[in-house]
């Protein structure tokens, strides 16, 4: 038999107990089990069809000698044929259920009950003439289907570099039925490009998720100048290791002078003595902490036995929210034979 079929046999050995009490202890138990797996193999063997005649010559002479005699009879009581389609149905509602997708069939699952979704304003761009902070209102659009069971919509906004949560609100009734609105406010320094996250959904009374709306959106305000890249340290020699790992630290300091929270990433490249770059992309310098303040950040790589002597040209660089990038700073790093 197929793996399939092996629950099925267990399944079909209880239920011939069951069968047992239908002929009220009259048949054979161990026959009817039999018979029972019989009927599983023909549904499951490649020999269908064979195993198919098997089970009907075994049926047709376990109703006819349920007692084990050997005497012939072509005569088939009505018990005799409700025995034969109780046999045969069972296996085939047991290789039905099979099919059916695991878990509980009452499981709620998200429904698609809001739609056509607006944000307004998009993107801002604060410009160069404001300063201190600046307050930015935003509206939102979004149809509900009243009749789904959910209840009213909200929505939430995150900060999309910390993805701290700012705020949350509800929706409201417009004029044109089930159309609603929200609204809320953010309050930027105007020299600082700060990026955010909205969410809108509904919830059901069992606290299942409607369909969810995302919108990405930014204010740009007006920085002073680019980052800074103030150092790049790390050792300028290495010796391959005989055995184990050895680490090598990158570290370099990176200041914004509108701020730190304007520091986009931290990029790191090594170039082998062909011109290739080492890993196919920048490698992440990450922050050394979570402090807003923070301006150290570093990578620390592993070389084994296995690498080979070679001199990397290195370099490093940052990149603001706006896209500007810092001064680049060059060195190499050599690794040596053991």
């Given at each position: 038999t197929t793996p399939q079929g092996l629950p099925n046999i267990r399944r079909l050995r209880f239920c011939s107990k069951l069968a047992y009490w239908y002929f009220q202890k009259g048949t054979n138990c161990r026959i009817l089990s039999f018979i029972l797996e019989r009927c599983l193999k023909a549904l499951f063997s490649t020999s269908f069809i064979?195993?198919?005649?098997?089970?009907?010559?075994?049926?047709?002479?376990?109703?006819?000698?349920?007692?084990?005699?050997?005497?012939?009879?072509?005569?088939?009581?009505?018990?005799?044929?409700?025995?034969?389609?109780?046999?045969?149905?069972?296996?085939?509602?047991?290789?039905?259920?099979?099919d059916d997708p695991p878990g509980s069939t009452g499981i709620e699952t998200s429904k698609n009950i809001l739609s056509d979704f607006s944000m307004t304003p998009g993107d801002v761009d604060l410009g160069n003439d404001i300063t201190g902070e600046e307050t930015i209102n935003y509206e939102l659009l979004v149809t509900f289907d009243q009749n789904s069971g959910y209840n009213t919509p909200v929505f939430t906004v995150f900060d999309a570099n910390t993805t701290e949560e700012i705020l949350q609100g509800d929706f409201t009734e417009t004029a044109v039925s089930g159309r609603l609105q929200g609204n809320f406010s953010i309050t930027v320094p105007a020299n600082q490009v700060s990026e955010f996250r909205v969410y809108v959904f509904s919830r059901s009374e069992s606290g299942t998720i409607?369909?969810?709306?995302?919108?990405?959106?930014?204010?740009?305000g007006a920085l002073s100048g680019p980052p800074v890249m103030e150092y790049l340290d790390h050792s300028a020699s290495v010796p391959i290791p005989q055995t184990g790992t050895t680490p090598i630290r990158f570290e370099s300091s990176v200041i914004h002078p509108d701020g730190q929270a304007n520091i986009e990433e931290v990029l790191l490249e090594l170039y082998?003595?062909?011109?290739?770059?080492?890993?196919?992309?920048?490698f992440t310098m990450d922050p050394e902490s979570d402090d807003p303040g923070n301006n150290i950040f570093s990578r620390t790589f592993q070389i084994n036995p296995q690498n080979q002597p070679e001199t990397y040209d290195v370099w490093g660089y940052a990149i603001d929210r706006a896209g500007v990038s810092s001064d680049t700073l060059f060195s190499t790093i050599t690794f040596t034979a053991p």
């Amino acid at each position: 038999t197929t793996p399939q079929g092996l629950p099925n046999i267990r399944r079909l050995r209880f239920c011939s107990k069951l069968a047992y009490w239908y002929f009220q202890k009259g048949t054979n138990c161990r026959i009817l089990s039999f018979i029972l797996e019989r009927c599983l193999k023909a549904l499951f063997s490649t020999s269908f069809i064979l195993n198919f005649l098997k089970l009907t010559h075994s049926l047709y002479y376990f109703m006819n000698h349920p007692s084990g005699s050997l005497k012939k009879s072509h005569r088939f009581s009505s018990r005799g044929i409700t025995g034969i389609l109780l046999v045969c149905l069972l296996p085939i509602l047991f290789v039905t259920s099979c099919d059916d997708p695991p878990g509980s069939t009452g499981i709620e699952t998200s429904k698609n009950i809001l739609s056509d979704f607006s944000m307004t304003p998009g993107d801002v761009d604060l410009g160069n003439d404001i300063t201190g902070e600046e307050t930015i209102n935003y509206e939102l659009l979004v149809t509900f289907d009243q009749n789904s069971g959910y209840n009213t919509p909200v929505f939430t906004v995150f900060d999309a570099n910390t993805t701290e949560e700012i705020l949350q609100g509800d929706f409201t009734e417009t004029a044109v039925s089930g159309r609603l609105q929200g609204n809320f406010s953010i309050t930027v320094p105007a020299n600082q490009v700060s990026e955010f996250r909205v969410y809108v959904f509904s919830r059901s009374e069992s606290g299942t998720i409607s369909n969810t709306f995302r919108r990405n959106f930014r204010i740009s305000g007006a920085l002073s100048g680019p980052p800074v890249m103030e150092y790049l340290d790390h050792s300028a020699s290495v010796p391959i290791p005989q055995t184990g790992t050895t680490p090598i630290r990158f570290e370099s300091s990176v200041i914004h002078p509108d701020g730190q929270a304007n520091i986009e990433e931290v990029l790191l490249e090594l170039y082998d003595s062909n011109g290739v770059l080492l890993g196919g992309q920048p490698f992440t310098m990450d922050p050394e902490s979570d402090d807003p303040g923070n301006n150290i950040f570093s990578r620390t790589f592993q070389i084994n036995p296995q690498n080979q002597p070679e001199t990397y040209d290195v370099w490093g660089y940052a990149i603001d929210r706006a896209g500007v990038s810092s001064d680049t700073l060059f060195s190499t790093i050599t690794f040596t034979a053991p």
